[in-house]
Protein backbone atom coordinates (compact mmCIF):
# COMPACT_ATOMS: atom_id res chain seq x y z
CA UNK A 1 0.00 0.00 0.00
CA UNK A 2 1.50 3.19 -0.96
CA UNK A 3 1.86 6.00 1.50
CA UNK A 4 -1.53 8.19 0.67
CA UNK A 5 -3.67 4.79 -0.46
CA UNK A 6 -6.56 4.60 0.79
CA UNK A 7 -7.96 2.43 3.72
CA UNK A 8 -10.63 0.19 2.26
CA UNK A 9 -13.76 2.03 3.92
CA UNK A 10 -12.70 4.88 2.84
CA UNK A 11 -12.78 3.60 -0.95
CA UNK A 12 -16.04 2.42 0.17
CA UNK A 13 -17.62 5.06 0.99
CA UNK A 14 -16.39 6.98 -2.48
CA UNK A 15 -17.45 4.43 -4.07
CA UNK A 16 -21.09 4.33 -2.35
CA UNK A 17 -21.34 7.72 -3.74
CA UNK A 18 -21.48 7.13 -7.16
CA UNK A 19 -24.22 7.00 -9.80
CA UNK A 20 -25.31 3.58 -10.74
CA UNK A 21 -23.89 3.47 -14.24
CA UNK A 22 -20.09 4.55 -13.10
CA UNK A 23 -20.31 1.50 -10.64
CA UNK A 24 -21.74 -1.09 -13.47
CA UNK A 25 -18.25 0.27 -15.29
CA UNK A 26 -16.15 0.11 -12.58
CA UNK A 27 -16.91 -3.64 -12.13
CA UNK A 28 -14.16 -4.06 -14.31
CA UNK A 29 -11.81 -2.52 -12.26
CA UNK A 30 -10.98 -5.70 -10.11
CA UNK A 31 -12.81 -8.88 -8.44
CA UNK A 32 -13.17 -7.15 -5.51
CA UNK A 33 -14.69 -4.30 -6.39
CA UNK A 34 -16.88 -6.41 -8.72
CA UNK A 35 -17.85 -8.33 -6.17
CA UNK A 36 -17.95 -5.11 -3.70
CA UNK A 37 -21.00 -4.04 -5.78
CA UNK A 38 -23.21 -7.05 -5.86
CA UNK A 39 -22.29 -6.82 -1.61
CA UNK A 40 -26.51 -6.33 -0.06
CA UNK A 41 -24.63 -4.23 2.85
CA UNK A 42 -22.84 -1.85 0.04
CA UNK A 43 -26.11 -1.78 -2.05
CA UNK A 44 -28.02 -0.57 0.93
CA UNK A 45 -25.29 1.76 1.80
CA UNK A 46 -25.43 3.36 -1.64
CA UNK A 47 -29.39 3.16 -1.91
CA UNK A 48 -29.52 5.44 1.06
CA UNK A 49 -27.20 7.74 -0.01
CA UNK A 50 -29.13 8.17 -3.55
CA UNK A 51 -32.64 8.63 -1.99
CA UNK A 52 -31.35 11.99 -0.84
CA UNK A 53 -31.95 12.93 -4.20
CA UNK A 54 -35.23 11.51 -4.73
CA UNK A 55 -36.77 12.03 -8.57
CA UNK A 56 -40.12 13.04 -9.63
CA UNK A 57 -41.35 10.93 -12.04
CA UNK A 58 -43.32 12.26 -14.77
CA UNK A 59 -44.63 9.93 -18.08
CA UNK A 60 -45.72 11.88 -20.98
CA UNK A 61 -46.41 11.00 -24.50
CA UNK A 62 -44.00 12.01 -27.40
CA UNK A 63 -46.93 13.43 -29.89
CA UNK A 64 -44.41 13.79 -33.13
CA UNK A 65 -42.71 10.15 -32.73
CA UNK A 66 -45.97 8.77 -31.06
CA UNK A 67 -44.21 7.24 -28.24
CA UNK A 68 -44.31 7.56 -24.45
CA UNK A 69 -41.38 9.55 -22.71
CA UNK A 70 -40.43 9.00 -19.45
CA UNK A 71 -38.59 12.54 -17.12
CA UNK A 72 -37.05 12.06 -13.75
CA UNK A 73 -36.30 15.09 -12.18
CA UNK A 74 -33.86 16.02 -9.01
CA UNK A 75 -35.16 16.88 -5.84
CA UNK A 76 -37.17 20.34 -5.72
CA UNK A 77 -35.60 21.31 -2.80
CA UNK A 78 -33.40 23.75 -4.72
CA UNK A 79 -34.60 26.67 -6.16
CA UNK A 80 -32.20 26.65 -9.11
CA UNK A 81 -33.94 23.33 -10.24
CA UNK A 82 -37.47 24.83 -10.07
CA UNK A 83 -36.25 27.17 -12.47
CA UNK A 84 -34.58 24.96 -14.94
CA UNK A 85 -37.08 22.83 -15.59
CA UNK A 86 -36.65 21.44 -18.70
CA UNK A 87 -32.66 20.96 -18.79
CA UNK A 88 -32.44 19.08 -15.24
CA UNK A 89 -35.20 16.40 -16.54
CA UNK A 90 -33.60 13.14 -17.87
CA UNK A 91 -35.90 11.25 -20.23
CA UNK A 92 -35.73 7.90 -19.96
CA UNK A 93 -35.63 5.34 -23.10
CA UNK A 94 -38.06 2.39 -21.94
CA UNK A 95 -37.32 -0.99 -23.11
CA UNK A 96 -40.36 -1.95 -24.87
CA UNK A 97 -40.24 1.02 -27.46
CA UNK A 98 -39.06 -1.24 -29.98
CA UNK A 99 -42.24 -3.10 -31.15
CA UNK A 100 -44.60 -0.74 -31.96
CA UNK A 101 -47.96 -2.91 -31.63
CA UNK A 102 -46.84 -3.13 -27.85
CA UNK A 103 -48.97 -0.70 -25.72
CA UNK A 104 -47.19 0.54 -22.06
CA UNK A 105 -49.09 1.61 -19.34
CA UNK A 106 -47.02 3.18 -16.53
CA UNK A 107 -48.81 1.68 -13.03
CA UNK A 108 -47.84 3.61 -10.00
CA UNK A 109 -44.37 5.90 -9.51
CA UNK A 110 -40.55 4.89 -9.20
CA UNK A 111 -40.23 3.26 -6.11
CA UNK A 112 -36.62 3.43 -5.08
CA UNK A 113 -35.45 3.41 -8.71
CA UNK A 114 -38.14 0.74 -9.81
CA UNK A 115 -40.73 1.36 -12.13
CA UNK A 116 -43.36 -1.16 -13.08
CA UNK A 117 -45.10 -0.90 -16.39
CA UNK A 118 -48.00 -3.01 -17.90
CA UNK A 119 -48.02 -3.46 -21.79
CA UNK A 120 -50.22 -5.61 -23.81
CA UNK A 121 -50.33 -6.37 -27.89
CA UNK A 122 -53.05 -4.68 -30.23
CA UNK A 123 -56.69 -6.05 -29.59
CA UNK A 124 -55.53 -8.03 -26.75
CA UNK A 125 -56.47 -7.80 -23.50
CA UNK A 126 -54.43 -9.63 -21.52
CA UNK A 127 -51.80 -8.04 -20.03
CA UNK A 128 -48.20 -8.42 -19.03
CA UNK A 129 -46.44 -6.39 -16.52
CA UNK A 130 -42.29 -5.55 -16.12
CA UNK A 131 -40.65 -4.02 -13.59
CA UNK A 132 -37.31 -1.86 -14.93
CA UNK A 133 -34.64 -0.38 -13.19
CA UNK A 134 -33.38 2.41 -15.29
CA UNK A 135 -30.37 3.12 -14.09
CA UNK A 136 -28.69 -0.52 -14.24
CA UNK A 137 -30.96 -0.72 -17.40
CA UNK A 138 -32.28 -4.21 -16.59
CA UNK A 139 -35.86 -5.01 -16.24
CA UNK A 140 -37.98 -7.98 -15.76
CA UNK A 141 -41.23 -9.72 -17.34
CA UNK A 142 -43.03 -10.97 -14.16
CA UNK A 143 -44.90 -14.64 -15.03
CA UNK A 144 -48.42 -14.27 -16.54
CA UNK A 145 -51.34 -13.19 -15.00
CA UNK A 146 -53.10 -16.16 -13.49
CA UNK A 147 -57.02 -16.24 -14.95
CA UNK A 148 -59.35 -17.94 -11.95
CA UNK A 149 -62.60 -17.87 -14.20
CA UNK A 150 -63.71 -19.51 -17.58
CA UNK A 151 -63.07 -18.43 -20.82
CA UNK A 152 -65.79 -17.40 -22.41
CA UNK A 153 -66.53 -14.84 -18.96
CA UNK A 154 -65.94 -11.37 -20.27
CA UNK A 155 -63.73 -9.28 -17.92
CA UNK A 156 -62.54 -6.17 -17.29
CA UNK A 157 -58.95 -5.00 -16.38
CA UNK A 158 -60.08 -2.47 -13.25
CA UNK A 159 -56.98 -0.97 -12.02
CA UNK A 160 -53.33 -2.23 -11.12
CA UNK A 161 -51.11 -0.74 -8.17
CA UNK A 162 -46.91 -1.10 -7.69
CA UNK A 163 -45.85 -0.53 -4.17
CA UNK A 164 -43.23 -1.53 -1.55
CA UNK A 165 -43.79 -3.55 1.53
CA UNK A 166 -41.28 -1.97 3.87
CA UNK A 167 -42.15 -4.81 6.48
CA UNK A 168 -40.96 -7.49 4.53
CA UNK A 169 -39.17 -5.05 2.11
CA UNK A 170 -40.33 -6.33 -1.10
CA UNK A 171 -42.11 -4.66 -4.40
CA UNK A 172 -45.27 -6.11 -4.64
CA UNK A 173 -47.72 -5.26 -8.03
CA UNK A 174 -51.41 -5.69 -7.38
CA UNK A 175 -53.89 -6.05 -10.40
CA UNK A 176 -57.93 -6.09 -9.70
CA UNK A 177 -59.64 -7.99 -12.62
CA UNK A 178 -63.74 -8.10 -12.73
CA UNK A 179 -65.62 -10.23 -14.25
CA UNK A 180 -69.23 -11.05 -14.86
CA UNK A 181 -70.70 -14.92 -13.85
CA UNK A 182 -72.84 -14.32 -17.74
CA UNK A 183 -71.19 -15.37 -20.60
CA UNK A 184 -73.41 -13.32 -22.93
CA UNK A 185 -72.45 -10.18 -21.12
CA UNK A 186 -70.70 -7.55 -22.31
CA UNK A 187 -68.86 -5.07 -20.72
CA UNK A 188 -70.13 -1.28 -21.38
CA UNK A 189 -70.23 1.43 -19.10
CA UNK A 190 -73.62 1.08 -18.44
CA UNK A 191 -74.19 -1.34 -15.39
CA UNK A 192 -76.83 -4.33 -15.57
CA UNK A 193 -77.83 -5.00 -12.12
CA UNK A 194 -78.92 -8.27 -13.05
CA UNK A 195 -75.70 -9.41 -13.69
CA UNK A 196 -73.27 -9.96 -10.96
CA UNK A 197 -70.19 -8.85 -11.28
CA UNK A 198 -66.78 -10.67 -9.32
CA UNK A 199 -63.84 -9.75 -8.11
CA UNK A 200 -60.02 -11.17 -8.80
CA UNK A 201 -57.55 -9.54 -7.16
CA UNK A 202 -53.98 -10.65 -7.41
CA UNK A 203 -50.29 -9.78 -5.75
CA UNK A 204 -47.31 -10.58 -7.07
CA UNK A 205 -44.23 -10.67 -5.12
CA UNK A 206 -40.78 -9.75 -6.06
CA UNK A 207 -39.03 -12.17 -3.77
CA UNK A 208 -41.15 -15.28 -4.52
CA UNK A 209 -41.38 -13.52 -8.78
CA UNK A 210 -44.91 -15.56 -8.49
CA UNK A 211 -48.54 -14.14 -8.16
CA UNK A 212 -51.09 -15.16 -5.89
CA UNK A 213 -55.20 -14.77 -5.13
CA UNK A 214 -55.83 -12.55 -2.07
CA UNK A 215 -59.33 -12.18 -0.51
CA UNK A 216 -60.99 -8.85 -1.56
CA UNK A 217 -64.84 -10.10 -0.50
CA UNK A 218 -64.90 -6.59 1.66
CA UNK A 219 -64.50 -4.79 -2.09
CA UNK A 220 -66.05 -7.04 -4.38
CA UNK A 221 -69.32 -5.18 -4.27
CA UNK A 222 -67.44 -2.03 -5.63
CA UNK A 223 -66.93 -0.76 -9.12
CA UNK A 224 -64.29 1.33 -10.04
CA UNK A 225 -65.26 3.70 -12.72
CA UNK A 226 -62.08 5.57 -12.50
CA UNK A 227 -59.51 3.67 -13.38
CA UNK A 228 -56.52 6.49 -13.31
CA UNK A 229 -57.58 8.05 -10.26
CA UNK A 230 -54.98 6.48 -7.86
CA UNK A 231 -52.96 7.49 -5.11
CA UNK A 232 -50.02 6.02 -3.54
CA UNK A 233 -49.21 6.90 0.08
CA UNK A 234 -47.23 5.60 3.00
CA UNK A 235 -47.18 2.16 1.84
CA UNK A 236 -51.23 2.46 0.85
CA UNK A 237 -53.00 2.42 -2.30
CA UNK A 238 -56.20 4.31 -2.61
CA UNK A 239 -59.07 4.20 -5.51
CA UNK A 240 -62.19 5.89 -5.89
CA UNK A 241 -65.33 3.80 -6.26
CA UNK A 242 -68.32 3.51 -6.21
CA UNK A 243 -70.59 1.57 -3.98
CA UNK A 244 -74.23 0.30 -4.32
CA UNK A 245 -76.51 1.79 -2.26
CA UNK A 246 -80.82 1.47 -1.99
CA UNK A 247 -81.41 4.13 -5.04
CA UNK A 248 -78.28 4.98 -6.23
CA UNK A 249 -74.25 4.27 -6.52
CA UNK A 250 -72.42 6.44 -3.96
CA UNK A 251 -68.79 7.55 -3.89
CA UNK A 252 -65.83 5.21 -1.94
CA UNK A 253 -62.51 5.14 -1.37
CA UNK A 254 -60.62 1.67 -1.00
CA UNK A 255 -57.75 1.22 0.13
CA UNK A 256 -54.49 -1.46 -0.04
CA UNK A 257 -52.33 -2.06 2.35
CA UNK A 258 -48.85 -3.44 0.94
CA UNK A 259 -47.62 -4.55 3.71
CA UNK A 260 -50.54 -6.96 5.69
CA UNK A 261 -52.54 -6.70 2.03
CA UNK A 262 -55.64 -6.06 3.12
CA UNK A 263 -58.35 -4.07 1.88
CA UNK A 264 -60.71 -1.21 3.15
CA UNK A 265 -63.17 1.22 2.12
CA UNK A 266 -64.13 4.49 3.68
CA UNK A 267 -67.51 6.47 2.44
CA UNK A 268 -68.96 9.69 3.39
CA UNK A 269 -72.03 8.22 4.25
CA UNK B 1 -13.12 22.69 19.49
CA UNK B 2 -15.24 20.71 17.52
CA UNK B 3 -12.39 17.97 17.35
CA UNK B 4 -9.79 17.09 19.70
CA UNK B 5 -7.14 15.64 17.20
CA UNK B 6 -6.03 18.72 16.07
CA UNK B 7 -3.80 19.77 19.56
CA UNK B 8 -2.74 15.96 18.42
CA UNK B 9 -1.71 17.41 15.73
CA UNK B 10 0.67 19.78 16.55
CA UNK B 11 2.11 17.83 19.25
CA UNK B 12 2.72 14.99 16.72
CA UNK B 13 5.64 15.34 15.23
CA UNK B 14 5.87 11.62 13.18
CA UNK B 15 3.14 13.50 11.00
CA UNK B 16 3.41 12.13 7.83
CA UNK B 17 -0.15 12.68 6.89
CA UNK B 18 -1.06 16.41 7.24
CA UNK B 19 1.38 18.29 5.95
CA UNK B 20 1.31 22.46 6.36
CA UNK B 21 -0.62 22.97 3.03
CA UNK B 22 -3.47 20.77 3.67
CA UNK B 23 -3.61 22.27 6.91
CA UNK B 24 -4.37 25.38 5.34
CA UNK B 25 -7.30 23.62 3.40
CA UNK B 26 -8.62 21.29 6.27
CA UNK B 27 -8.08 23.48 9.70
CA UNK B 28 -10.49 27.04 8.07
CA UNK B 29 -13.64 24.70 7.16
CA UNK B 30 -15.10 24.64 11.01
CA UNK B 31 -15.20 28.26 10.99
CA UNK B 32 -16.66 28.68 7.59
CA UNK B 33 -19.02 25.58 8.19
CA UNK B 34 -20.30 27.99 11.53
CA UNK B 35 -20.85 31.10 9.92
CA UNK B 36 -22.61 29.59 6.77
CA UNK B 37 -24.23 26.79 8.26
CA UNK B 38 -28.00 27.03 6.93
CA UNK B 39 -26.98 28.11 3.34
CA UNK B 40 -26.20 24.91 1.39
CA UNK B 41 -25.50 26.67 -1.84
CA UNK B 42 -23.51 28.99 -0.52
CA UNK B 43 -21.25 26.44 1.40
CA UNK B 44 -20.84 24.82 -2.20
CA UNK B 45 -19.65 27.32 -4.12
CA UNK B 46 -16.83 28.03 -1.20
CA UNK B 47 -16.18 24.55 -1.36
CA UNK B 48 -16.12 24.48 -5.23
CA UNK B 49 -13.45 28.04 -4.81
CA UNK B 50 -11.22 25.90 -2.49
CA UNK B 51 -10.98 22.97 -4.36
CA UNK B 52 -10.73 24.69 -7.77
CA UNK B 53 -6.82 24.14 -7.84
CA UNK B 54 -6.63 20.62 -6.03
CA UNK B 55 -5.98 17.89 -8.57
CA UNK B 56 -7.88 14.58 -8.07
CA UNK B 57 -4.93 12.86 -6.30
CA UNK B 58 -4.17 15.51 -3.96
CA UNK B 59 -7.50 14.79 -2.73
CA UNK B 60 -6.65 11.75 -1.39
CA UNK B 61 -4.44 13.02 1.20
CA UNK B 62 -6.72 15.34 2.15
CA UNK B 63 -9.66 12.80 2.79
CA UNK B 64 -6.45 11.36 4.96
CA UNK B 65 -5.80 14.58 6.72
CA UNK B 66 -9.88 15.47 7.37
CA UNK B 67 -9.72 10.88 8.56
CA UNK B 68 -6.92 11.52 10.89
CA UNK B 69 -8.42 14.20 12.56
CA UNK B 70 -11.81 12.73 13.00
CA UNK B 71 -13.27 16.07 10.87
CA UNK B 72 -16.42 14.36 9.53
CA UNK B 73 -17.87 17.12 7.73
CA UNK B 74 -14.78 17.49 5.44
CA UNK B 75 -14.31 13.85 5.30
CA UNK B 76 -17.60 14.11 3.84
CA UNK B 77 -16.90 16.61 1.66
CA UNK B 78 -13.85 15.44 -0.02
CA UNK B 79 -15.37 12.32 -0.19
CA UNK B 80 -18.25 13.68 -2.04
CA UNK B 81 -15.63 15.57 -3.72
CA UNK B 82 -13.48 12.54 -5.29
CA UNK B 83 -16.64 10.74 -5.90
CA UNK B 84 -18.13 13.69 -8.79
CA UNK B 85 -14.72 13.87 -9.91
CA UNK B 86 -14.09 10.08 -11.03
CA UNK B 87 -17.44 8.94 -11.79
CA UNK B 88 -17.24 9.68 -15.64
CA UNK B 89 -13.65 8.67 -16.15
CA UNK B 90 -12.59 4.98 -17.79
CA UNK B 91 -11.50 2.23 -15.65
CA UNK B 92 -7.90 2.59 -16.37
CA UNK B 93 -8.02 6.24 -14.63
CA UNK B 94 -9.83 4.50 -11.90
CA UNK B 95 -7.55 2.22 -11.43
CA UNK B 96 -4.35 4.33 -11.62
CA UNK B 97 -6.19 6.79 -8.93
CA UNK B 98 -6.85 3.75 -5.86
CA UNK B 99 -3.42 2.23 -7.18
CA UNK B 100 -5.51 -0.93 -8.25
CA UNK B 101 -4.89 -3.65 -11.00
CA UNK B 102 -7.13 -5.94 -12.84
CA UNK B 103 -6.93 -9.46 -11.35
CA UNK B 104 -9.32 -11.27 -14.23
CA UNK B 105 -8.54 -14.25 -15.49
CA UNK B 106 -8.14 -13.39 -19.44
CA UNK B 107 -11.46 -13.17 -21.72
CA UNK B 108 -13.30 -12.31 -17.64
CA UNK B 109 -12.77 -8.68 -18.00
CA UNK B 110 -13.74 -8.86 -22.12
CA UNK B 111 -17.13 -10.46 -20.86
CA UNK B 112 -18.18 -8.06 -18.20
CA UNK B 113 -17.09 -5.16 -20.15
CA UNK B 114 -19.42 -6.19 -22.75
CA UNK B 115 -22.46 -7.00 -20.40
CA UNK B 116 -21.99 -3.52 -18.91
CA UNK B 117 -21.19 -1.81 -22.40
CA UNK B 118 -23.57 1.00 -21.97
CA UNK B 119 -21.92 2.37 -18.66
CA UNK B 120 -19.13 2.77 -21.16
CA UNK B 121 -21.08 5.50 -22.90
CA UNK B 122 -19.97 9.53 -22.69
CA UNK B 123 -16.95 8.38 -20.23
CA UNK B 124 -14.59 11.07 -20.28
CA UNK B 125 -11.13 10.74 -22.50
CA UNK B 126 -7.93 9.97 -20.49
Known amino acids: MGRYDLPQDLVEDILSR ?11 VNKSWSALFQNPCFIAKHQHLSQKNWSIFVSGVDCEANKPVLFLHPNFDDDAAADDFD ?5 LESPFLEDAKKYEEFVGSCINGIICFKYYVEHNKIRDFALWNPAIREFKVLP ?12 EDVGSAFGYDSISNDFKVITILSYWNDPGYTVTYNWDPKVIMHT ?3 VYTLSTNSWRQVDCD ?3 HINFPARFREIYLNGVYHWSGMAPGIAKYYDVIVSFDMRNEAFRFSTDR | MKFCT ?3 YF ?7 VTNGIATTVIPLPNKHLKIKANNKEMEQY ?4 LRNVMPQELTKLILAANYLNFKEALDFFCRTVANAIQNKSVDYVRKFFGLESDFEPGEEEKLCKEFAWSFEGVDED
Not at chain 1, 87 to 91: C, D, E, L
Not at chain 1, 144 to 155: E, G, R
Open chain 1, 18 to 28: LPAKSLKRFSC
Open chain 2, 6 to 8: VKQ
Open chain 1, 87 to 91: SRGII
Open chain 1, 218 to 220: TVS
Open chain 2, 11 to 17: DDENNNN
Open chain 2, 47 to 50: EQEL
Open chain 1, 144 to 155: SLPIHFPSNVDY
Open chain 1, 200 to 202: QVE
